[in-house]
Nanobody, 122 residues
């Protein structure tokens, strides 16, 4: 019902910026809550950011507040994650997720993309 494809991950120097994109397919995309998660080797999956279906409420993990911004373009069925002031600890595979319901900051999402690798060098 919903398919997600992330893109934009690459190697970047500490202090740099990067924008990730998540292209979603589905006629009801605008009514889904969208989230970004990340997972580093040997680490648990971590909540990064989320945005409500109305695109009016956003949520951020403590480690990225003030540096990352999530946004949504319902017209193009795309969500973005703008990452600024990147740190080596931001290195991870970043996953886009969709949830047919209220926005949450847990891993309880219904659909997941395959992930895109972000590597931040010191």
């Amino acid at each position: 019902q919903v398919q997600l494809v992330e893109s934009g991950g690459r190697l970047v120097q500490a202090g740099g910026s990067l924008r990730l994109s998540c292209a979603a397919s589905g006629r009801t995309f605008s009514r889904y809550s969208m989230g970004w998660f990340r997972q580093a080797p040997g680490k648990e999956r971590e909540f990064v950011a989320a945005i409500s279906w109305a695109a009016g409420i956003t949520y951020y993990g403590d480690s990225v507040k003030g540096r990352f911004t999530i946004s949504r373009d319902n017209r193009n069925n795309t969500v973005y994650l703008q990452m600024n002031s990147l740190k080596p600890e931001d290195t991870a595979v970043y996953y886009c997720a969709a949830r047919n319901g209220p926005t949450v900051t847990t891993v309880n999402y219904d659909y997941w993309g395959q992930g895109t690798q972000v590597t931040v060098s010191s």
